[in-house]
């Protein structure tokens, strides 16, 4: 494993200033917004384990987030 890729990933995406901003106004909603970012690592931990050269997903589909798993 790569420890510098660990660390680095984020800021490969073009648009990874945007996303970890609305994570961060996200956070501050009681309950729904804690269960929406775990959902959200969980997107972004699957698409590391897959490979996908941006692993940042965009933050859409709330429902799916808040559910944690994306069955599509």
Request: proline share 6%; net charge neutral; hydrophobic share 45%.
């Amino acid at each position: 494993m790569e420890i510098g890729k660990a660390f680095g990933f984020v800021t490969e995406d073009e648009q990874w200033i945007t996303k970890v901003l609305i994570g961060g106004l996200i956070q501050f909603v009681p309950l729904l917004g804690t269960i929406a970012i775990l959902g959200y690592s969980y997107r972004v931990a699957q698409n590391v384990a897959r490979g996908n050269p941006r692993p940042l997903p965009a933050w859409g589909e709330f429902g799916a987030l808040l559910g944690g798993v994306s069955w599509c």
